[in-house]
T-cell receptor, first 115, second 116 residues
Framework: AQSVTQLDSHVSVSEGTPVLLRCNYS??????LFWYVQHPNKGLQLLLK??????LVKGINGFEAEFKKSETSFHLTKPSAHMSDAAEYFC?????????????FGSGTRLQVQP | NAGVTQTPKFQVLKTGQSMTLQCAQD?????MSWYRQDPGMGLRLIHY???????DQGEVPNGYNVSRSTTEDFPLRLLSAAPSQTSVYFC???????????????FGQGTRLTVV
């Protein structure tokens, strides 16, 4: 079975400081991993994805994530937070085989950015 | 290119009523899924489909039915609405990558359902 754990339900940072949102996964197969962002009352937007190419993945809006197989982690980072980054972030895993499973979502991390 | 379109955007139902949430995609994706989003629980999979005529249950299927008669459409039916089904519902589609895995999902804008 596959699962995703987002280690923090809330993260608060000051504008201009680094952001770290933590995600650990478990999967019996080689995973595809994604980070999505959801602004209030909006749909979900893809930030970045890992699909077994480079382990350091760059996404939109200055975000990046590193796939670490030995630690089964896929943490999301950004060097300098902006007020517009305040949103909920979801780590998502799916399998690299052709099985019928759909995406498995973490429970989400709400990012607050203080001025 | 419309992507994934969900209707309606908002709906209020009385307990016991039935309704259908519509989802259509114009990207020729074979995979389609329905999720519900509740506070603190992320998105949970209700039902999914890997192609026309093929559907399967997800994590929380009770009280919902689906069918997939065409590649484009994947409606979600609430058989007898209950207050516990008050939630935001998202439809998503995706396709197989060249390596046999799955690509990222493309989401609709959501349907906010309240059951009173």
């Amino acid at each position: 079975a596959q699962s995703v754990t987002q280690l923090d339900s809330h993260v608060s940072v000051s504008e201009g400081t680094p952001v770290l949102l933590r995600c650990n996964y478990s999967s019996s197969y080689s995973p595809s991993l994604f980070w999505y962002v959801q602004h209030p009352n909006k749909g979900l937007q893809l930030l970045l994805k890992y699909t077994s190419a480079a382990t350091l993945v760059k996404g939109i809006n200055g975000f990046e994530a590193e796939f670490k197989k030995s630690e089964t982690s896929f943490h999301l980072t950004k060097p300098s937070a902006h007020m517009s980054d305040a949103a909920e972030y979801f780590c998502v895993v799916t399998l690299m085989d052709t099985g019928r499973r759909a995406l498995t979502f973490g429970s989400g991390t709400r990012l607050q950015v203080q001025p | 290119n419309a992507g994934v379109t969900q209707t309606p955007k908002f709906q209020v139902l009385k307990t016991g009523q039935s309704m259908t949430l519509q989802c259509a995609q114009d990207m020729n994706h074979e995979y389609m899924s329905w999720y519900r989003q509740d506070p603190g629980m992320g998105l949970r999979l209700i039902h999914y489909s890997v192609g026309a005529g093929i559907t399967d249950q997800g994590e929380v299927p009770n009280g919902y039915n689906v069918s997939r008669s065409t590649t484009e459409d994947f409606p979600l039916r609430l058989l007898s609405a209950a207050p516990s089904q008050t939630s935001v519902y998202f439809c998503a589609s995706s396709y197989s990558s060249g390596t046999g895995g799955r690509t990222e999902a493309f989401f609709g804008q959501g349907t906010r359902l309240t059951v009173v």
